[in-house]
Structure formats: structure tokens, C-alpha cells
């Protein structure tokens, strides 16, 4: 069946440093893949998305690269704010039929 | 803001009872999705619409039931809750029926409490 992984948090990370939550997926043919984010109290908001293999989706600074060979789509940002803390979601959508989301990885940036 | 709204905020009730929750879609998207998000279960999708009609199907139990009226609004009824139902239900809606990002805009949630 689809499934999702994501590395396990909290990740804890100073201001500026350089971000990287890894998420793998498994899924027959070619799902479409999404990061979410969710701050405190609130829902969640889509981040950024990728397609087909090689995409790169990005947004706000964050990007991930749909790499088909690795079925992976890593997020990215190459210097973290405080107000980046927050819940991140990896999800995929196979052909609007299978939506799976990873279990979440809270990120805490410290000033 | 989304632009998605869910009624109630919040919802206190006991097992056995029966819940209806609301969703309002951003004016314009035709789709509306439901999640459950609990603290065991993590985050779920249960059922979408798209344009009055069922289009996906979750992990939702049958004890759970959906539907879209005409102006595109939204219900999500669950009858016969047991405490593990208590979680935070999201409404998501979308322009389209397919692959368009499970639901780009998400409401702020109904945090259900059953006792």
C-alpha cells in the first residue's frame, strides 16, 4: 500500500541554521507529493508541491525535489526563523484516490 | 485566514451520542476533504467531495457518515462515539476533484472531546 516516512522529531535547530526533514514514500505509479505545515493552534496550510519526478516545488524560503529514484522529497531551507517552528507534514496523493500524510515532524527554532 | 470555516470550534459530548460538524469551502472550490487528526492515529483523511458527490474514500468508519448540500457546504456526522473518536477534525476544500494538494486550504478544525 502508499505510505509515508518522515525522521522522527523534535528537531531543535538555532536561528539561521540550515534545515533539512527527510521524508520517503512508498506508492504504486507516480503520486503527486506535498509538504504541510501546521503552526501551533492552527490547521494545516500547504507548503509546497511536486507532480512528476525531478519537480521541484518550492515556497517562503523552503523547497523539496521529487526524486522518483530515491522516492524521496526531503525539505529543504537553507536559514530557519523562529517563526518557522512549527508541525511539518509530508503527504502523498495517488491519482486523488490514496491521500497518506506522514506522522509529522515538529520543528522548534531557538533565537 | 483560509477562507475555509468549521463550526463548532469546539465539542463536548458523551459516548454513544451523535455529532454533526460544519464546513464552509472557500468560495469558488467545489471540493471539500475531512481529516481526523488524534494523537494515536496522526493524521488521516477520511472522505471528500466534489460538487455534491462522494470522490475518495478514507479510513472512514462506517459509524461516520458525509455529504455536500447544493451551495457546497459541508457535514460530517459520527454517531455512536466512543472516546477514541475525540480528535481534532479538519475541513479542506479545493477548485478541483483530483490530484489538486489534498485540499490546498484548510479550515481551523473542530476539536471534538468525547467523555
Known amino acids: 500500500g502508499n505510505s509515508v516516512t518522515q525522521m522522527e522529531g523534535p528537531v531543535t535547530l538555532s536561528e539561521e541554521a540550515f534545515l533539512t526533514i527527510n521524508c520517503t514514500y512508498t506508492a504504486t505509479g507516480y503520486p503527486s507529493l506535498f509538504w504541510y505545515v501546521q503552526y501551533p493552534g492552527e490547521g494545516l496550510q500547504l507548503l509546497l508541491k511536486?507532480?512528476?519526478?525531478?519537480d521541484k516545488g518550492s515556497n517562503k524560503g523552503f523547497e523539496a525535489t521529487y526524486r522518483k529514484e530515491t522516492t524521496s522529497f526531503h525539505l529543504e531551507k537553507g536559514s530557519v526563523q523562529v517563526s518557522d517552528s512549527a508541525v511539518y507534514f509530508c503527504a502523498l496523493d495517488n491519482y486523488g484516490q490514496n491521500f497518506v500524510f506522514g506522522p509529522g515532524t515538529r520543528l522548534s527554532v531557538l533565537p | 485566514d483560509s477562507g475555509v470555516t468549521q463550526t463548532p470550534k469546539h465539542l463536548i459530548t458523551a459516548t454513544g451520542q451523535r455529532v454533526t460538524l460544519r464546513c464552509s469551502p472557500r468560495s469558488g472550490d467545489l471540493s471539500v476533504y475531512w481529516y481526523q487528526q488524534s494523537l494515536d492515529q496522526g493524521l488521516q483523511f477520511l472522505i471528500q467531495?466534489?460538487?455534491?458527490?462522494?470522490?475518495a474514500k478514507g479510513n472512514i468508519l462506517e459509524r461516520f457518515s458525509a455529504q455536500q448540500f447544493p451551495d457546497l457546504h459541508s457535514e460530517l456526522n459520527l454517531s455512536s462515539l466512543e472516546l477514541g473518536d475525540s480528535a481534532l477534525y479538519f475541513c479542506?476544500?479545493?477548485?478541483?476533484?483530483?490530484?489538486?494538494?489534498?485540499?490546498?486550504?484548510f479550515g481551523p478544525g473542530t476539536r471534538l472531546t468525547v467523555l
Open positions: 479542506a476544500s479545493s477548485k478541483g476533484a483530483g490530484a489538486s494538494g489534498l485540499g490546498s486550504f
Open positions: 511536486a507532480t512528476k519526478a525531478d
Open positions: 467531495y466534489y460538487n455534491g458527490e462522494e470522490r
